[in-house]
């Protein structure tokens, strides 16, 4: 018999279907919404689908009268979501002490933007900590996680080095949980300093030596040999670390190399060091790169053939992520309409006083949502420029079966590229559906003949193994619900 998944991104459901069922959709959507309104009413009417079938199928959230209902509940949802996602989020927060960095990564968007700079005093420090219950406004027991950035936080600058170690005290003596993000040159300098004081450190690592040293150039030196030293260094005074890999096709091939390299360092079975990879964005309008579902299709190949790759997380390809959350709990992500923290509560503050609402627009001071220095002001049409952009109002994301997952894609992105932040900036979210489901058909099928998962069965007999939970997370509590740049 053949079977065929239904899955709807608005209502985080998911059902498998037999040929009968699906057939007889494919007729009541022919027959347009009078069939549906009737079916609803109870009215007398010839239907292709049992009644019990259909009443599961509506309740699931796959059946609308018309597009304009549709359109209709999305937005309740995304109202509704919105807040629920300001009121049970992390806050997260970052902090910019300088743009300056001891790399020319050649994809690296501030490089772009030529972004440079002094460091940040000891006032301006003091005055943010002081300024920042004006701006954040969180609940008293909302926690934080706050993050210090760049540039590279870590360069063994001595005023640098001290204004760190003031942030990381600061953040501290206010409750915050911190960590740093550092390309690793100056971690090994670090680590005695930072250690007792940051929770984690997050170092990119491109690929094995002389990928690395290629895609992360240090002027005169060596980035790999300084970043593994560095791992180490922290690795003894007991500081996790969350290893980025920034990735396309041309590093990708070498990756089961890297494992390698991690596994005989011993990072790999440490309990100190995860993995993660985070597809390369395209900052530079006069470079065309891969679409990023094409560079997914290449690293589940990658995966398939290659042992090592296990053990990173796909926490850059939103599809993947989503899907292996819902075989481990039952729940897909909340259908969000937007695309990161940038739509919900992100702000970075940098050394000049300024504040943004998205990492990538740090240091542009056009796109700045308001200062600290000397007092607060908050630029309110800015910051709603980010904070109520939604895929329900972006033209070229209407009817995309992605919408209610993916926002339109990074808002920046979609601005640099088309001016505008209404425009779609397309990921690979769709295509990490697609392809998890493919892949893990037959888990699906099992499932929902067991009857023991999330997945519905649903035959020409009748509803076989109905699923009772409404609308995936909206009646649960206490689920990461990060959403983040990678």
Not at 314 to 337: A, V
Not at 404 to 421: V, Y
């Amino acid at each position: 018999m053949r079977y065929f998944a239904l899955f709807n991104t608005l209502a985080g459901s998911i059902d498998i279907l037999d040929q009968g069922i699906v057939e007889g959709l494919k007729t009541l959507q022919a027959a347009g919404s009078q069939q549906l309104l009737q079916i609803r009413t109870r009215t007398p009417r010839s239907v292709p689908l049992d009644d019990a079938v259909t009443s599961y199928l509506d309740r699931r959230g796959y059946l609308f009268e018309s597009l304009d209902e549709e359109r209709v509940q999305a937005r309740l949802l995304y109202d509704e979501m919105l807040r629920f996602h300001r009121q049970v989020v992390r806050q997260p927060l970052a902090i910019i002490p300088s743009y300056n960095c001891d790399l020319k990564c050649p994809y690296c968007w501030q490089r772009l933007y030529d972004m440079d700079s002094p460091i940040m005093s000891e006032e301006t420090a003091e005055r943010l900590f002081e300024a920042l219950p004006q701006v954040i406004g969180r609940s008293p027991d909302q926690p934080v996680d706050l993050a210090i950035f760049g540039g590279e936080p870590l360069q063994d600058v001595p005023a640098l080095r001290e204004r760190v170690l003031q942030l990381l005290d600061l953040s501290t003596a206010a409750g915050f949980s911190t960590k740093i993000i550092s390309n690793g040159v100056g971690l090994a300098a670090a680590a005695p300093h930072i250690a007792g004081k940051v929770e984690s450190v997050q170092v990119t690592i491109d690929g094995p030596a002389e990928v690395h040293r290629r895609r992360r150039p240090l002027p005169h030196g060596d980035s790999f040999t300084a970043m593994a030293n560095g791992v180490d260094a922290v690795l003894t005074h007991r500081i996790p670390v969350h290893v980025r890999v920034n990735v396309d096709v041309t590093n990708l091939p070498t990756l089961p190399a890297l494992v390698d390299f991690a596994r005989d360092r011993g990072w790999v079975g440490s309990g100190l060091v995860d993995f993660h990879l985070a597809p390369v964005k395209n900052h530079n309008l006069r470079k065309e790169t891969n679409l990023e579902g094409t560079l997914l299709d290449e690293v589940l190949a990658l995966s398939d053939r290659h042992e090592q790759m296990s053990i990173f997380e796909m926490t850059g390809f939103p599809g993947i992520k989503y899907f292996e959350g819902f075989q481990e709990s039952g729940l897909f992500s909340l259908h969000r309409f937007f695309n990161c923290e940038a739509q919900i509560n992100f702000f970075a503050f940098d050394l000049h006083g300024d504040i943004y609402a998205c990492w990538d627009a740090a240091g542009i001071t056009d796109l700045s949502v308001g200062r600290f220095l000397p007092d607060v002001e908050m630029y309110e049409r800015r910051l709603n420029m980010w904070r109520r952009r939604t895929a329900l109002d972006i033209g070229g994301c209407e009817g995309c079966t992605s919408q209610p997952h993916c926002g339109g894609g990074c808002q920046f992105l979609a601005l640099e590229h088309t001016n505008s932040f209404f425009s779609p900036n397309c990921d690979s979210m769709i295509e990490g559906y697609v392809r998890s489901i493919e892949r893990n058909a037959t888990w699906l099928l099992e499932r929902a003949q067991a009857g023991d998962h999330a997945v519905g069965l649903v035959t020409s007999d009748g509803v076989i193994s109905p699923v009772e939970r409404e609308f995936g997370l909206v009646e649960i509590g206490g689920v990461n619900l990060a959403v983040n740049c990678g």
